[in-house]
């Protein structure tokens, strides 16, 4: 084989760089979402990261440079998996009562899950000690959800179909009357579990009267 250790056309197994290979990193995002997610910010400490995603702290700090950065690349790869989807529900050409019907729904049944209302807390018991953490919480978060519905407002007016002077207003308004006696008992414990669809459909039906008869065509 003229000194050579495999035929020529083998192809070699991939690698990776330091810092660069997607399973690594996805183990250590799992395992510091378990964490996490049990223990809070403050409790959970490297070392249970590392055992819970199987990797040495060396390694985890090739691709984190603290627990600061791990937690919030943790928080945006959750949004990401458990929003995904939801933005597509405004690129639809139903009617919009049918469209924000679909997108309330879905928007409830996230704010109000386990997963996100335990990290909710998490920030909000060190958004105090770490204002900085708590505005890029909500700014990829809240926002990035009443922008999108801002968006297919403007696009709403713009056909007809609803009369909004403020789109950015409407869609946090929207926001709250699709949550309205759901997310909030959530959040402070005093529903220990999340909402039923039919409580879901329920609320948002209810947003939907009140947010059309003052944001409708004929307005």
Not at 15 to 22: C, K
Request: contains cysteine; charged residues 25%; proline residues 6%.
């Amino acid at each position: 084989m003229d000194g050579k250790t495999r035929e020529e056309g083998t192809p070699r197994a991939a690698r990776h760089a330091a810092g660069q290979d997607p399973a690594k990193r996805r183990a250590i995002l799992a395992g510091a979402n378990s964490v996490f997610m049990e223990k809070g910010f403050d409790a959970a400490s490297v070392n249970d990261i590392c055992r819970a995603a199987g990797v040495s702290k060396s390694t985890l700090y090739v691709y984190f440079a603290n627990k600061e950065e791990l937690f919030e690349a943790m928080v945006e790869a959750e949004r990401n998996r458990l929003f995904e989807g939801l933005t597509g529900i405004l690129v639809s050409d139903r009617p919009p009562a049918d469209v924000l019907g679909a997108y309330g729904c879905r928007l409830a049944a996230i704010l109000c899950s386990d997963q996100v209302v335990r990290a909710q807390r998490i920030i909000i018991g060190i958004a105090e000690r770490m204002p900085e953490l708590g505005t890029r919480f909500f700014a990829g978060g809240a926002m990035r959800t009443q922008a999108d519905l801002a968006r297919y407002f403007e696009r709403q007016v713009a056909a007809g179909h609803l009369t909004i002077p403020d789109p950015p207003l409407a869609a946090a308004q929207f926001v709250e009357l699709a949550t309205a006696r759901l997310w909030k008992p959530r959040l402070f414990g005093k529903a220990p579990a999340p909402p039923t669809h039919r409580e879901i459909e329920a609320s948002v039906a209810e947003a939907l009267v009140l947010f059309l008869k003052a944001y409708g065509p004929d307005h």
